[in-house]
């Protein structure tokens, strides 16, 4: 779901910082026939495919130039920031690599997309669409986990009257499919996605369970903040109590109350005059149903009194830009934003799981109603199979649920995978340490500069800053450069405001571009830090979403209409999932994608799961600065440039093992990345004394293999310093291993 700033959510602030490790250790005899295996690399492939292609002379040019492209950085500040060196007793593991698919739309074969169109013109993906032949195909992306987004049982405008479902009134359900954020019913899954909708929970247990047969672990998505505004489970186990059951609806507040009541209060605890729902005001655009005609699409839903509105807004009649299909949860915060729950001591930054919960277990009468209703929904879906979750908004829900809930579930299954929509960098380390959170988006610093790397708006060494600030929880922030609330990469649109400095032209959002250019962005993401890399389906095909489905909008594949995803269906190929249909460049893209996330995970690049160290500072001239809004900054580096090629569409890093109490050569890589679309670079790239110390080599000359690309290089140390001489052409990256 998209940002907005949290309603009445304030949180403890933390000055220590916790480090959780991600590692891995595999020996040198079990890495290296398959490095030598994989020695062909994807660029020899895609040049290759291309070569065999029927293509003109000036597009083959282009597109191998494209082939060339891999790995987007922006740098920063020169701040070399480390991880304390790990033992050899400690137990490693891969880094995960998350697979998102949107469930409705990922098994769609059918290719009609008609704007406003029903299943029955446009077809909807079914769980047993996600087969063994998928699931191969995912899992030979490098995948270790799937988020299936959009399962629970959410509202949405379809007739299942004859499994005991009610009907979802339009004016309150965006889109005819409706939005996967507006849960109607957490104890069952949506029946678009079964075979047989009366069977629709085993069908979905029985994905879960072909999916671990693949080695896969499952993802769902909880939506802590909001429920759907007609929330009815017709399937919750015995014992379980509706939201809103059992709430006093004529206060509007109450710590054990679900929602929150538009009620006039004025004194506390009395009742006052309540108020009734009122359908927003919409403009023609967003009309129910495109304004088709259905029985229960009259300008009215009956709802009295009215609940608080899931964003947070107090208005009986909400604004058409609020989230108005859902209702805000009440977690124990009052209407004037202080705490009716017990309060999480500072010093439980540094605790464990198992001491939160042990906390929690002596609070539990004085927790409120929504806390337990939340922990009963987690534990049945890891009852079910579930591996992990992943929480919408999390901001803005008190860090103390978290707190509880996290370690509920931790106490259930340690190795529970848990990830949390957060965008406010200052609450980072408390919904960290305090809410015990495994991972938080990095979104407004990575992915931003990233973004604003590729418009060609700012310095690379914007990269670099961005990962000092988050060194001591780097293995926290989870990566990404697509997810379904973001516009996708093939649409000319992605960029386009940040070039122009003007709001998105509406003509550019069905407009379809090269997606290469953010592979070098790619690349970074991947491989900078310890943390997860999220890829949404499609991305790795160039999926450019340039359809206007009805409720959703060209440029962001819809999460609220029946549609197709023409890319990824290409390489579906009708269930073959073998690319037979796609595109030279489709094609290449994901042989791409398929190398750097397998070689992400650290199965055969431990250093990977190591120690990070920015070269950017020791290549770029003295006063370079990372202020993106400065001409004079973006070109203060002409002295640099000349001596090392090194500039602002260049980003370089090294990553390798340190492993404390031994002398043991371990695995060392330099990452460099050319983001620059037109530009050849002709590299002397520096590797500083204190690098060169800590890594024990002597003055030599030592090869280099590029485990991404086909680049040739060595690494020369005199008098202590390295020196690295490549060639880079337009967007291209190289992982170069120094072979012992």
């Given amino acids: 779901m998209s940002f907005l700033s949290p309603i009445d959510s304030r949180v403890t602030q933390s000055q220590q910082a916790a480090k959780f490790y991600i590692a891995a250790l595999l020996t040198k005899e079990a890495k290296a026939p398959q490095r030598r295996k994989s020695r062909q690399s994807s660029l020899s492939l895609c040049l290759q495919s291309l070569f065999n292609a029927s293509l003109s002379s000036a597009a083959l040019l282009t597109a191998s130039l494209f082939c060339l492209s891999a790995n987007a950085n922006a740098s920063a500040q020169a701040l070399d920031n480390e991880l304390p060196p790990k033992s050899e007793s400690e137990v490693m593991t891969l880094k995960p690599v998350v697979y998102q698919i949107f469930t409705r739309l990922y098994g769609n074969k059918n ?95 029985a994905l879960i369970a072909r999916t671990h047969q693949h080695g896969l672990k499952v993802i769902i998505d909880i939506v802590p903040n909001h429920v759907a505004r007609h929330y009815q489970s017709v399937s919750k186990p015995q014992g379980v ?115 939160h919960y042990a906390f929690w277990q002596q609070h539990l009468a004085e927790i409120p109603s929504s806390w337990i209703k939340f922990n009963q929904i987690a534990q049945y879906w890891l009852e079910k199979g579930v591996d992990g979750f992943r929480y919408d908004m999390a901001e803005m829900v008190p860090v103390e649920f978290w707190s509880y809930l996290n370690s509920q579930i931790k106490h259930t299954n ?44 700012t310095s690379t060494a914007n990269i670099a800053a961005d990962q000092a600030k988050v060194q001591d929880i780097e293995s926290h922030m989870l990566h990404f450069l697509e997810n379904h609330d973001e516009q996708r990469i093939g649409n000319a649109a992605f960029l386009a405001s940040l070039q122009t400095n003007k709001p998105t032209n509406s003509s550019l959002e069905t407009q379809a571009v090269n997606p ?71 094609t290449s893209l994901r042989a791409y994608y398929q190398k750097l996330l397998t070689l992400s995970t650290g199965r055969t690049t431990p250093a990977l799961l190591g120690q990070y160290y920015s070269l950017d500072a020791s290549n770029r001239s003295k006063g370079d600065a990372t202020d993106s809004n400065s001409t004079q900054n973006m070109n203060t580096q002409k002295s640099a440039v000349h001596e090392t090629g090194y500039d602002d569409s260049t980003f370089a890093f090294t990553r390798f093992e340190v492993i404390s109490g031994t002398s043991k050569q371990t695995q060392k890589l330099i990452i460099v990345s050319n983001f620059s679309q037109t530009k050849s670079k002709a590299l002397q790239l520096k590797l500083p004394k204190e690098l060169i110390r800590q890594w024990q080599l ?34 291209s990256s190289a992982i170069f291993e120094l072979e012992n």
């Fill in 111 to 205: 290719p009609t997309n008609k704007p406003w169109g029903t299943i029955a013109d446009n077809v909807v993906g079914k769980f047993n669409d996600i087969d063994d032949v998928a699931l191969n195909s995912i899992k030979d992306l490098g995948v270790t986990h799937v988020w299936y987004t959009g399962v629970p049982h959410h509202a949405l405008i379809g007739d299942y009257s004859e499994i005991g479902v009610s009907a979802d009134d339009p004016d309150v359900v965006k889109g005819r499919a409706g939005s996967p954020y507006a849960v109607k019913d957490y104890y069952n899954v949506n029946p678009d996605l079964a075979v047989n909708p009366a069977k629709r929970l085993a069908e979905f247990e």
């Fill in 698 to 731: 002597k003055d030599g000359v030592f090869p280099l293999m590029d485990l991404l690309e086909d680049h040739a290089a060595k690494l020369v140390i005199k008098e202590a310093e390295g020196l690295v001489q490549m060639q880079l052409a337009p967007l």
């Fill in 414 to 457: 340690p190795d529970a995978f848990i990830l949390a929509e957060v965008y406010n960098p200052k609450l980072y380390r408390d919904y960290i340490q305090l809410g015990k959170m495994d991972y938080l988006y990095d979104k407004v610093d990575l992915y931003d500069t990233l973004k604003a790397v590729m418009a060609d708006k």
């Fill in 516 to 586: 290469n250019y953010a592979l070098p962005a790619m690349v970074v993401s991947a491989t900078i830090g310890t943390s997860p890399t999220l890829v949404y389906f499609g991305q790795e095909v160039g999926e450019a979403a340039i359809d206007n489905p009805g409720f959703g909008h060209a440029s962001r594949t819809s999460i609220f209409d029946y549609v197709g995803v023409p890319a990824h269906q290409r390489w579906m190929n009708n269930g073959k999932f073998d690319g037979g249909q796609s595109t030279q460049q489709e």
């Fill in 241 to 355: 109590r509706d939201f809103g059951e059992d709430d006093d609806t004529s206060l509007e507040y109450a710590k054990n109350n679900n929602f929150y009541y538009v009620v006039d209060n004025s004194v506390k605890g009395t009742k006052g005059q309540a108020h009734a729902f009122e359908v927003p005001s919409l403009p023609a655009e967003l009309k129910p149903l495109g304004g088709e005609t259905h029985p229960l699409s009259d300008g009215k839903f009956d709802e009295f009194p009215a609940k608080w509105t899931g964003n947070g807004s107090r208005l009986a009649k909400p604004d058409a830009n609020d989230w108005y299909e859902t209702v805000k949860i009440n977690y124990g915060v009052r209407p004037d934003g202080t705490y009716d729950f017990p309060r999480l001591p500072a010093k439980f930054a540094t605790f464990t799981e198992a001491q």
